[in-house]
């Protein structure tokens, strides 16, 4: 299979770093990081700090190259490419970021042969797309597309109240672990039909 994989909060633990450096840039503690604009858990100045950030990586893209890896994302990534599937990482990251995105891949042992910068992430193509963000798993499937979601601090109680709602079910993962298996059952599956 072609999987569609996401960077950051994927692979990369971005909202981590980056709450960091907004609770130094405002001199107070961080705060959680427990919905999509947890920067706004900042209050008014939130936003602000925000805006400040993406100006701060803007100047200085190689910002990027400091973020710590997601637990067990690399191995899960060679366990898949072991198994005969093709990673085609699909981040929303702006292209100014590409090169100090390609040389995080590559430092964090990702081995990466193939990143695509585009916020429309259904037309690169994958047979299944991996991401922490629930508006690109509901575009992504709105376009057809196969996509789980990597559940996280940020996005879980959107995902429970969707399933709680009964509106929807949104098929996920906790870790990289369970979906290196979920790629093998799916797999399985295809085979056995
Ligand atoms: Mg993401």
Not at 35 to 64: H, I, K, L, Q, V
Request: proline residues 5%; aromatic residues 14%.
């Amino acid at each position: 299979m072609i999987l569609g994989i996401d960077i950051d909060g994927v692979c990369a633990e971005f909202a981590d770093s980056c709450n960091f450096w907004l609770a130094e840039r405002l001199d107070m503690d961080p705060q959680p990081i427990d919905r999509w604009d947890w920067y706004e858990n900042y209050g008014s100045e939130g936003p602000r700090a925000w805006r400040e950030f993406w100006r701060m990586t803007e100047a200085d893209p190689d910002w990027m190259g400091l973020v710590p890896p997601v637990p067990g994302a690399a191995e899960g990534v060679h366990a898949l490419e072991d198994a005969g599937h093709e990673v085609i990482y699909v981040t929303a990251r702006n292209p100014r970021y590409q090169e100090a995105t390609w040389e995080w891949l590559e430092g964090e042992g990702f081995v990466p042969k193939h990143l695509i910068h585009t916020k429309d992430k259904h037309l690169v193509e994958c047979d299944l797309y991996l991401d922490d963000s629930v508006g690109n798993i509901d575009s992504l499937r709105e376009n057809d597309c196969n996509a789980v979601l990597f559940i996280r601090e940020w996005n879980e109680g959107t995902w429970w109240s969707r399933m709680l709602r009964g509106v929807d079910y949104i098929p996920s993962v906790r870790s990289w672990d369970q979906f290196v298996w979920f790629v093998g059952s799916m797999e399985a599956l295809a085979h056995a039909r």
